[in-house]
């Protein structure tokens, strides 16, 4: 005849724990079925070895899913109540069957049960501020790292701009011929700067397109690096100072537009500038790119310069101008790409303040 094991119980306002007295269990078999939980089991209990089952009818409604896990010492049922309330015995009969006893190991009152949920609670509530802080301090310093690099791009363009624009009406024409020798310096380091915006594009630190911000920092340093900087005969040239002030021109709107948006805080006239200004000045700042690499190829031709070698078999070099001619096809093809973007982000955010002020 089945034998009944010890059976230790206990329970929170969520839960009935089981523990039975049973060393070495095996082929156990525990579910519950209308309100009822059945148990059997082969192992070493008070009885020796033996096959041991009991059935216990719960006092309200429980979860039919039973959790149970056998150790070399004993086996343990957890079982989810149907409502979180707190029990005044464990079965439906007033008596308790003479197998069953409290388990003093996980034993609680209803009030040191109900300060235990408290406790659980404090602790999740502690730890979720503590989440909480750690990404407040992130994006504090997320939000002033941006602001700093913003800042100083802005400063860094408006000096370019500013002094661009002065030397103009100071010196007239004469000022298109030396842009290169009193601006080049403070925009090598823009330039060098703005290579930041695909990192942060990249790492997810600012939601925007990394290939937009690619095509046009690559764009600008192959012009300012390549063809400005590798030859002297392009530095007395008037298109630098055309390529420069366009570039500029954009970026003294575009920065500080970006600078309000580390406060989420909006000026309406920048906003508007912002997505409006590129249209003329964009394309205006491409061809004129364009002028600057046209006006080197005869250059790189007669110099050689960054010609690319073939073997010796062949006795020749390819000169770099075929490289140009093929950057000025990946240039219109960029312009495309880059204009398709800004005008998807203009008609996105004027549609999206439409839609507020309705």
Request: with cysteine; net charge positive.
């Amino acid at each position: 005849m089945p034998l009944t094991p010890l059976v230790y119980w206990a329970q929170r306002h969520e839960d009935i724990y089981l523990r039975v007295e049973l060393t070495d269990a095996q082929d156990i078999d525990v579910h519950v079925h209308e309100n009822i939980l059945q148990f059997k089991a082969q192992g070493h209990g008070a009885k020796g070895q033996n096959e041991y089952e009991f059935s216990l009818e719960f006092l309200s409604p429980v979860k039919p899913e039973v959790i149970h896990r056998s150790t070399q010492r004993q086996v343990s049922i957890t079982v989810k109540k149907g409502q979180h309330s707190w029990w005044e015995r464990l079965t439906l009969k007033e008596r308790k069957p003479v197998f069953l006893a409290p388990d003093f190991d996980r034993w609680l009152d209803e009030s040191d049960a109900e300060m235990e949920i408290r406790e659980k609670e404090e602790k999740k509530n502690r730890l979720k501020a503590s989440r909480h802080k750690e990404e407040e301090g992130f994006i504090s310093l997320k939000t002033a790292f941006l602001f700093v690099y913003n800042l100083v791009q802005f400063l860094g363009f408006s000096w370019i701009f500013v002094n661009m624009t002065v030397r103009l009406f100071i010196f007239g024409q004469d000022s298109l011929y030396d842009t290169f020798h009193t601006i080049s310096d403070v925009m090598f380091f823009c330039q060098i700067l703005a290579a930041v915006e695909v990192l942060n594009a990249a790492f997810g630190v600012v939601h925007s397109g990394v290939i937009p911000s690619l095509i046009q920092v690559v764009g600008r340093n192959f012009v300012l690096f390549i063809i400005f900087g590798s030859l002297e005969e392009m530095h007395n040239r008037p298109v630098v100072f055309f390529v420069f002030y366009l570039w500029s021109a954009i970026e003294i709107v575009r920065y500080p537009f970006y600078m309000l948006g580390c406060f989420n805080t909006e000026w309406k006239t920048l906003t508007w500038l912002r997505y409006t200004i590129w249209i003329p000045l964009y394309p205006l700042g491409v061809l004129a790119e364009a002028v600057a690499v046209i006006q080197s190829i005869p250059i790189f031709d007669e110099t050689k310069l960054f010609s690319i070698p073939l073997p010796k078999a062949l006795g020749t070099s390819i000169s770099f101008s075929f490289v140009l001619y093929i950057y000025l096809v990946l240039m219109f093809l960029g312009l495309l790409i880059n204009f398709r973007h800004l005008y998807k982000q203009r008609k996105r955010r004027f549609r999206t303040k439409k839609r507020k002020a309705n």
